[in-house]
């Protein structure tokens, strides 16, 4: 079965600091990947998605994820981060037959 | 485009009450999902529809829960008789395609006392 781990619950980043969240997937074939933010109070937004092609995904933000194969990552990255980007992020693993799992989640603190 | 809507916003209820959440999805979307998201179990996959038809329910925790679309317009996902550990926020998104990437509703936060 299909699982994505992000191993860090939490992750506090200067503002202007550089950012990567990391996310691991568990499937057998290409998965479809995606990262989503959620603000408090509100649903999630998609941020970015990869199906296929070019490895380097660009999203919304000034957010970007890279797949790599060889390691089963899809980590996010931001070069610099502002303090409204602090939120919960969610890397997600669709398998093609309609459904989307999602991982746990990881919280971003942004100190001043 | 309004997004998905979902109402209420907010629900508290006594415990063994009936739960009526509600959702209109996004115009064109053939896929609806609900989802529900508590601290210890993270997001959670409840059901999903493809237009209008029950694909996957296996993620319903019990008889208690069942949940409708009886038009591309509208879904509920009913609770009855709830229970104090349902208390959770409860999402709806919708999808023209189902590897597209969901547009999620903002949610309910269903609280049982």
């Known amino acids: 079965a299909q699982s994505v781990t992000q191993p860090d619950i939490h992750i506090t980043v200067s503002e202007g600091a550089s950012l990567e969240l990391r996310c691991n997937y568990s499937?057998?074939?290409?998965?479809?990947l995606f990262w989503y933010v959620q603000s408090p109070g509100q649903g999630l937004q998609l941020l970015l998605k990869?199906?296929?092609?070019?490895?380097l995904v660009q999203g919304i933000k000034g957010f970007e994820a890279e797949f790599k194969r060889s390691q089963s990552s899809f980590n996010l990255r931001k070069p610099s981060v502002h303090w409204s980007d602090a939120a919960e992020y969610f890397c997600?693993?669709?398998?093609?037959?309609?459904?989307?799992?999602f991982g746990k989640g990881t919280r971003l603190h942004i100190l001043p | 485009d309004a997004g998905v809507i979902q109402s209420p916003r907010h629900e508290v209820t006594e415990m063994g009450q009936e739960v009526t959440l509600r959702c209109k999805p996004i115009?064109?979307?053939?896929?609806l999902f609900w989802y529900r998201q508590t601290m210890m179990r993270g997001l959670e996959l409840l059901i999903y529809?493809?237009?209008?038809?029950?694909?996957?329910d296996s993620g319903m925790p019990e008889d208690r829960f069942s949940a409708k679309m009886p038009n591309a317009s509208f879904s509920t996902l009913k609770i009855q008789p709830s229970e104090p550990r349902d208390s959770a926020v409860y999402f709806c998104?919708?999808?023209?395609?189902?590897?597209?990437?969901?547009?999620f509703g903002s949610g309910t936060r269903l609280t049982v006392v």
């Open positions: 998104a919708s999808s023209q395609d189902s590897n597209y990437g969901y547009t």
């Open positions: 499937y057998g074939a290409t998965p479809y």
């Open positions: 990869y199906f296929s092609g070019d490895t």
């Open positions: 997600a693993v669709g398998e093609g037959d309609d459904k989307i799992i």
């Open positions: 115009s064109g979307h053939d896929y």
């Open positions: 529809f493809n237009n209008n038809v029950p694909i996957d």
